[in-house]
């Protein structure tokens, strides 16, 4: 066939394609058989097949149809020629079956759909490219085409080893030149852009200088595009997070990407005389009437917008731009073109964006405050941020001023609440990564060790007798379940009032990892990214209770919402409880309802005011739970009224009415202020139920899913920082010479500060403690010091370092930390007894110790929660337009944004604290003096009664006994579990008032059973009375020396005096007792004296189920404990002073006992000061009067207290009345004593001596006043 013939019909340039036809137009076959067969040619088929082969192909379908009058297709003509092409004579550097080899259709088949793409039926890139050396082999090439081949050959064989470069570039450039016509007549495409792609070559197509900055431009701009959408991507949550208000940002967008207003300025001058001139000169000739049109534009009306174009039509004005050429006419006729256009004469110049450096592209610019709106809504929308829904609705009254005149406008603002259940699934989808989270086939799955394992491994302790399937079923319990912390408080904002409510997961291990589970990396805080708050109310409230009240509806629906489970991604069921709740004393007295100020310090315990730094005293009351609180407020009638006050202001029928109610009558003639007195008395403290409780008080906790709900009495961040502060406004006089000025140059310095954080004061306690160090460190005044830094570093702990020796070591600290306290300020300066033994002294000496063995009180700290006023404060001043009904919603997506930042300055302050206190000494192990457990007797067994678990393996384990002392193994060098217990608690399965009751029961059965760290040891009944005193020494070896001393009646007035002869020899005071009438309900007071104090310690002590202080007394015969009295040890110079009861009394009498060596009276009676004359009826009066005289005040006492004799034994307001006068009458005269004794000196010692006494008498009467 005639080369160029074929050449000129060969459509196909694709070589896939060319040996894909050669193929499908096979006819010879080898049979079954293996004989050679020939078959007809199916051409439609064939088309088919092609067609399925090669669908990117770009052909139309008439390509393969038949026209009319033709007997082929187009497609069945081209195969005609490839067929013929392969036929012909090959190259033979490659043979027929090797190309159809390499462009077989298994091989099209194997390449990538992109690789496929590369190819076409016509001038096919692929080909050319990447099979260029085997396409050329290919028998198409024209005459003309070898011609020029070898007459290239030709020339180069003539310059072989004569040329240079540069005739060899000239060569190279004939050479290109021939082929490039030759190649590109026959592919259609340039040869030197074919040749750049083919990787063998390592050729690139040189670029023009258009093409060069056309693709810098290109990459230019790919970069901006990328910051641009990197910096678009976080603006929003950056607004938020850094405080912006959306003016401030715009402010910011547009300095970062535009010109500035000087700039612009000067632009708009460069540019004022380059204006464009649309029309024509006045000079030539118009074709449009222009005194018409000048007419109609100075006659038009301002109320009518114009329209340039349609106006410049009516003249019929030439150009497509007739409209500026209309406007430019009629600037030069002197006409405001800019009124006519409905705007100002000066209007402001556009700001340009700016450019990159040498380059006219623009710069990376933010969002606009649009879309940043935007971003928040769609943000709101997916749930990432909640801006809460409208409640507690609020009226309130707008004044402002208009026209010089005073507007007041009614309007109402309403609170903002995010519900409980979208907080709840917001804290699920953050927290999940950390939970546990094993679905039920996963538990199931669990062996029986390996349940046992885990429930032992969270402090779970009550599975012995359980199933597999039971085990299961309370792993599955903790690990779905949550424990939830609430907390509010109140503040002002911009002026006015705001109460936060906000709720947290407490961190419990049995539902999220622990951090070596979780991850390895040391940085994580695991604990402090749980446990942050979230807000749940933001209520416009003032500090009344009544504007808070407002909110207790909307908090309860909440709260009965909690019924419901929320799932997991995965479709895991997740239950929520609400725990605690931790917060400063107002809001616990109010969450509680318990009375703000008054005689009633402590809503837990009821501790009386005047009765904190009484350590025994406190160390003995009961927690009281809110069930029983409700119990006592409804047990009349208008404890059930839903009012914030409902005792107050009744009349006298009323509480007759509600005392009759709760068992209590009166006589007739009982006037209404005993009858108040009475009922304040039963309520102890108590104005309401429980605030939750409040719009419905006779529902039961449980019905409002609150029954395991605790309000914790003691909170770190307020109760440390008010000690410490109290601690460093009265130190200063109590530093020894050597470290005054340097400690107080620290107090001084500490002082200064405008904010006083409570990490500053921890600090500050820190700084003190390491100078006392250096120079004594056996001191008091270093010992309040060290005991309060230790107590601090342990309430701020982690709670994977919450562990039995840890609880044990606060329980030692904090009762050190008290004894001291009460050694070291037995007279305070500057503030008041009341002030610095009040809230903060008790909660940290007498709840802090009790909560920690629950649940780790960093868990309650509320410095995160205290944190949001100061945020919201700066988010109110500076993103808010100040209106309150705008202020909220915006204060709650900015206050959620930053939650979820992943900063934690609580963690940052503590590891600021805890370099400081690297440099303190080891913990070593505490060790107490028998002198302090002797002195603090009463005190040091409510200390024991409270560690009785850890006194309950016995000597030897968690205590020992040495010459001076007791030591207990609570030092950082001890283990911090032992085998024996006793094993850690948890909140999920202890409750305090529970364990409370559990202590005091194995205390009494440790008494009688083990050796204990105490010398003495007293017994009470169920009376609260003390039935006798144990002296451990004898209990230690025989029990023949005892007996029982019947003792005489004693007075029982109220208050009552009993004098006990107890006294030392070389002590100049008494041991003082205070007893108590049986028949009253109110406590009396105990106390005992240290051998060698010249002053009394006055300690109380309690019945372990009672929540009232008792007097220590003997017991009646009958009882069901046995009265044992101890005799006097052998070696003892000093007699047994041991109460008993008279067998037919009612009245706790005082006697001792004398050993038959001893030279001391069995009984020395303490006696008044002797006095010239007895004027007054009473020993008190009398002993007063010596001291500072006869005057009106001493004779009003006298008489009280010979009314308050007649009418001992009786239940009535009046007894209550008249002990009150008599108590605020003997403390005004105890002031005028103490400023007698003070003025005497040296040379008057009797009569100090005889002052001091009476100061001790009076001390104890008020005692048993605030009692009773």
């Not at 004044?399 to 917001?426: A, F, H, L, W």
């Not at 908090?555 to 725990?579: E, F, K, Q, W």
């Not at 840890?806 to 007894?833: E, G, M, P």
């Amino acid at each position: 066939m005639d080369s160029k013939r074929t050449q000129s019909k060969l459509f196909i340039d694709c070589g896939f394609a060319r040996t894909a036809i050669r193929e499908l137009s096979q006819t010879i076959y080898v049979n079954a058989k293996g004989k050679k067969c020939k078959k007809k040619l199916d051409i439609q088929h064939r088309a088919n097949r092609f067609q399925a082969l090669f669908p990117t192909f770009k052909v139309s379908d008439a390509y393969y149809s038949v026209k009319p009058g033709h007997k082929l297709s187009q497609f069945n003509k081209h195969c005609k020629v490839v067929q013929d092409c392969f036929n012909r004579r090959w190259n033979p550097s490659i043979s027929r079956k090797e190309y159809g080899a390499i462009f077989s259709i298994t091989q099209w088949i194997a390449l990538t759909k992109q690789q496929q793409s590369q190819h076409s039926i016509q001038q096919c890139v692929g080909c050319a490219t990447s099979y260029a050396s085997h396409q050329n082999q290919f028998p198409t090439f024209k005459t003309g085409q070898r011609t020029m081949v070898t007459s290239a050959k030709a020339m180069c064989s003539e310059y072989i080893g004569e040329c240079n470069t540069g005739e060899c570039g000239t060569i190279t450039q004939h050479l290109l030149a021939g082929l490039e016509a030759s190649y590109k007549e026959t592919f259609g495409q340039s040869f030197t852009d074919v040749i750049t792609k083919c990787p063998n070559a390592a050729l690139q197509k040189r670029k023009t200088t258009v093409e060069k900055k056309r693709e810098k431009r290109q990459l230019v701009r790919k970069c901006v595009q990328h910051i641009q959408d990197t910096l678009r991507t976080n603006d929003a949550t950056m607004v938020l997070n850094e405080g912006l208000s959306l003016r401030t940002y715009n402010r910011i967008h547009l300095a970062q990407g535009f010109e500035s207003a000087k700039m612009k300025n000067e632009r708009a001058n460069s540019n004022a005389g380059k204006k464009k001139t649309h029309s024509p000169s006045m000079e030539e000739n118009v074709t449009w009437d222009t005194t018409a049109a000048l007419n109609e534009l100075k006659n038009w009306s301002e109320d009518k917008k114009i329209n340039w174009s349609q106006v410049a039509r009516q003249y019929n004005i030439p150009g497509k731009n007739r409209g500026q050429v209309l406007k430019e006419f009629a600037r030069k006729n002197g006409l405001d073109t800019y009124a006519l256009d409905g705007l100002a004469e000066n209007r402001r110049t556009r700001a340009k964006k700016l450019k990159m450096p040498g380059n006219e592209i623009s710069m990376p610019c933010t969002s606009t405050t649009q879309m940043v709106k935007e971003k928040w809504a769609a943000d709101i929308e997916d749930g990432t941020y909640s801006i809460g829904i409208d409640c507690a609705p609020k009226e309130m009254t707008v004044v402002t001023c208009r026209d010089g005149e005073v507007v007041e406008q009614p309007v109402t603002i309403y609170s903002r609440k995010v519900p409980m259940n979208e907080i709840r699934q917001r804290l699920l989808k953050n927290q999940e990564k950390y939970m546990r989270l094993q679905t039920d086939e996963q538990v199931d799955a669990l062996s029986k060790d390996e349940a046992i394992k885990f429930l032992k491994q969270n402090q779970e302790h009550q599975f012995a007798d359980m199933e597999i399937t039971e085990l299961r079923a309370k792993v599955k319990a903790l690990q779905r379940n949550r424990h939830l912390v609430m907390w509010h408080d109140h503040g002002t904002i911009l002026g006015q009032g705001y109460i936060f409510i906000t709720v947290k997961v407490i961190y419990d291990t049995s539902v999220f990892f622990r951090k070596d589970e979780y991850s390895l990396n040391s940085t994580l805080n695991l604990q402090g990214t749980i446990e942050k708050p979230e807000v749940h109310v933001i209520g416009i409230a003032s500090s009344s209770h009544e504007d808070q009240a407002a909110l207790i509806p909307e908090r309860v629906s909440c709260l009965r919402t909690l019924n419901s489970p929320i799932m997991t991604t995965a479709g895991i069921p997740i239950n929520d409880t609400v725990r605690f709740f931790a917060g400063d004393g107002p809001a616990r007295n109010f969450e509680r309802g318990v009375q703000q100020g008054g005689t009633i310090r402590c809503g837990a315990c009821g501790i009386q005011t005047s009765m904190t730094s009484d350590i025994a005293h406190a160390l003995t009351l009961k927690w009281r739970t809110l069930q029983e609180q409700q119990d006592i407020i409804i047990a009349g009638k208008f404890g059930k009224m839903s009012t914030l006050k409902p005792f107050e202001n009744l009349r006298k029928a009323e509480l007759e009415l509600e005392l009759a109610q709760r068992g209590i009558t009166f006589p007739k003639k009982t006037n209404k202020i005993e009858l108040e007195a009475n009922l304040l008395g039963l309520l102890s403290g108590f104005v309401r139920v429980p605030t939750l409780l409040l719009k419905d008080p006779c529902q039961t906790l449980q019905s409002i899913n609150m029954d395991k709900y605790t309000i914790l009495e003691c909170e770190p961040l307020h109760d440390l920082k008010g000690h410490i502060h109290n601690l460093f406004v009265e130190v200063e006089e109590h530093f020894d010479t050597c470290v005054k000025t340097e400690c107080i140059t620290i107090i001084a310095h500490f002082m200064k500060k405008e904010t006083k954080r409570a990490c500053d004061y921890r600090h500050a306690a820190i700084l003190i403690l390491l100078c006392l160090l250096k120079h004594n460190k056996h001191s008091k005044v270093c010992t309040i010091f060290r005991t309060i830094v230790e107590i601090s570093e342990i309430m701020y702990s982690s709670e994977e370092k919450r562990t039995p020796r840890s609880i044990l070591r606060l329980y030692n600290l904090t009762w050190i930390h008290a004894t001291a306290c009460t050694d070291v300020f037995q007279k305070l300066k500057h503030l008041t007894q009341e002030k610095f033994y009040g809230a903060y002294f008790h909660a940290l000496t007498s709840h802090a110790a009790q909560q920690y063995e629950v649940v780790c009180l960093k868990s309650i700290n509320t410095e995160n929660e205290e944190r949001i006023f100061e945020t919201a404060k700066r988010i109110a001043s500076t993103t808010s337009n100040r209106k309150p009904e705008q202020v909220l919603p915006n204060m709650l997506l900015r206050l959620q944004a930053g939650a979820q930042k992943d900063r934690n300055a609580l963690e940052e302050q503590n590891n600021s604290i805890r370099i400081a206190a690297a440099h303190l000494p080891c913990v070593e192990n505490t060790a107490i003096s028998k002198d302090m457990t002797r002195k603090y007797a009463f005190s040091w067994q409510a200390h024991l009664n409270r560690i009785a678990p850890y006194l309950e393996p016995g000597e030897g384990f968690w205590w020992r006994e040495e010459k001076e002392g007791y030591e207990f193994f609570d030092g950082s060098d001890q283990p911090d579990i032992k085998v024996c217990g006793p094993t850690l608690l948890h909140f999920r399965n202890t409750f305090i008032e529970k364990l409370d009751l559990e202590k005091r029961k194995l205390f009494q059965k440790l008494v009688a059973s083990t050796n204990l760290p105490a010398e003495t040891i007293r017994i009470y009944d169920d009376s609260g009375y003390c039935t006798s005193v144990i002296d451990r020494d004898n209990f230690q070896h025989t029990n023949s020396g005892l007996c029982n001393v019947s003792l005489t009646e004693v007075e029982s007035s109220i208050p009552a005096v009993v004098h006990v002869p107890s006294q030392h020899p070389q002590s100049s005071q008494p041991a003082v007792i205070l007893s108590q009438h049986p028949q009253s309900s109110q406590p009396a007071v105990a106390s005992s004296q240290h051998p060698q104090s010249s002053q009394p310690a006055v300690i109380l002590s309690q019945h372990p189920q009672s929540s009232q202080p008792a007097v220590a007394s003997s017991q009646h015969p009958q009882s069901s404990q046995p009265a044992v009295v101890p005799s006097q040890h052998p070696q003892s110079s000093q007699p047994a002073v041991v109460p008993s009861q008279h067998p037919q009394s009612s009245q706790p009498a005082v006697a001792s006992s004398q050993h038959p060596q001893s030279s001391q009276p069995a009984v020395v009676p303490s006696q008044h000061p002797q006095f010239t004359e007895n004027k007054y009826k009473t020993k008190t009066a009398n002993a007063i009067a010596y001291v500072i005289g006869q005057t009106d005040e001493i004779n009003s006492l006298d008489n009280l207290r010979i009314n308050i004799k007649k009418m001992k034994g009786k239940k009535s307001g009046q007894l209550t009345e008249l002990t009150r006068k008599y108590q605020h009458l003997l403390a005004f005269l105890k002031k005028k004593v103490q400023k007698r004794s003070d003025e005497l000196d040296t040379s008057e010692l009797h009569m100090k001596n005889m002052a001091m006494k009476v100061l001790l008498e009076i001390e104890q009467q008020l005692h048993a006043c605030e009692n009773k």
